[in-house]
């Protein structure tokens, strides 16, 4: 049977899990404090790219059961049940994560709440926040109780669970929808808390996915544990990577035969530009604060290589293309294709295609850029870019082409038409993406991130 509930925040975390568990048969009200953000998802709009959100998000605002508002009181009125999706962005002047709008989401909420309420945390925090946060919830009940005159204040009580999110942009639907395990950290009630998520994700749990019950902190370090390891193993294939060129072998067939070994496994061993994104990068700096905040930093010196090492990757591509211009790219006339962090999203948070094609500018090129999804937030990064309407108008007159970001329409160019766009027919392949004999049997000099070609 469904439940009613509230999500707070609808970013790419929040208007996702409002959709989707609307979709599980759920009454659900999305809050955000940005009105713009709220009138355009009330029309069915998501104000991002994400295959297959904006389809449910109309279908169940069809259906009745999605709502959008900027009110924490009709989300306080409407629901016993909140998850709190809200971001944690990287601070600016460090490394750890920024807690306002998390902070500020329990101290709107809270105050609001009458009887017996459940807040399940599901953005991205550092070791020991639900804590605090219950710490925060109780005070602010405490303190309501104190003012209210009214007698149901009394019974007022709000638990905070954590309920960590693992959606990847891009797959965000499927991965809400059937995820493949569910972790619920709790330390109030326990049991009834427990029995809420077993209803919230009844249709999940039918289908088999572990629900994994644990203790707050372990919820929360399980989320930045994950982000860790896979960017650690996307840092480890781009190490290799750097040893194939320098000795000559080749990444791909390499990341294939070790991938094979199912201890390790093929997927994230894609050698190329790197990791980026509104996550991986973030989590893994906002882990190293918070374990040196911990007294443990050291067990996290790593990261700092994983992380180098994937900033490397997008100043090697970049001395490639200079390589490939004669040694100077002053007045290069250089396609970049993608700008989005990954294919299938628009977004370009520390994008490694946009680092490249910014540094590629300030270096003197001239950079032509084309990205199908994310052309609208890549000129608000870097406006000074040119910003072509087709690929075929990028590729125009291109002295060097790189590839970076993986998208299925540059997978699919035609060697041969492309050709005839260019000046000069060299390309990059900066995400090992590309059917190289094709291309080379079309008359271009191909090279590639790890490889000898
Ligand atoms: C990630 C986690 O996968 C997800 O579980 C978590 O909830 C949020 O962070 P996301 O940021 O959407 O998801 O993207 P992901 O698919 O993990 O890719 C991250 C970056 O790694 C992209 O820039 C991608 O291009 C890069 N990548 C991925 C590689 O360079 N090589 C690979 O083999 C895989």
Known sequence: MGM???????????????????????????????????????????????????????????????????????AADFANVHFLGVGTPQQKNSYAADMTFVRSAVTNLVPLLRGRHIIFGKSTVPVGTARVLQQLTDRLVASQDADSSTTDAWETSVDIAWNPEFLREGHAVQDTIHPDRIVLGVENSPSEVEDVARKIYAQPLAEGTPLLVTDFATSELVKVSANAFLATKISFINAVSEVCEASGADITVLADAIGADERIGRKFLNAGLGFGGGCLPKDIRAFMARA?????????????????????????????????????????????????????SDDVRDSPALAVAGALSLAGAQVSVYDPQAMTNASKVFPTLMYADTVWDA???????????????????????????????????????????????????????????
């Open 292 to 344: 040196g905040e911990l007294g443990a930093d050291q067990a996290l010196t790593f990261l700092r290589e994983v992380d180098a090492i994937n900033l490397r990757r997008r100043e090697r591509l970049v001395s490639m293309v200079k390589d490939a211009c004669g040694g100077s790219l002053h007045d290069a006339r250089v396609t970049v294709l993608g700008a989005a962090f990954k294919p299938e």
């Open 4 to 74: 009613r509930m509230s999500v707070i925040g609808t970013g790419y975390l929040g208007s996702t899990h409002a959709a989707c568990m609307a979709e599980l048969g759920h009454e659900v009200i999305g809050v955000d404090v940005d009105p713009h953000k709220i009138e355009l998802l009330s029309r069915g709009e998501t104000p991002f790219f994400e295959p297959g959100l904006d389809g449910l998000i109309r279908k169940h605002i069809s259906s009745g059961r999605l709502h959008f508002t900027t009110s924490y009181q009709e």
């Open 395 to 453: 590729l125009h007159n291109a002295d060097v082409v790189v590839v970076a970001t993986e998208w299925t329409e540059f997978k699919q160019l035609d060697p041969s038409e492309a050709r005839a766009c260019v000046a000069s027919p060299t390309i990059i392949d900066g995400r090992n993406c590309l059917d190289v004999d094709a291309w080379m049997q079309a008359g271009w000099s191909v090279r590639a991130l790890g490889r000898s070609l």
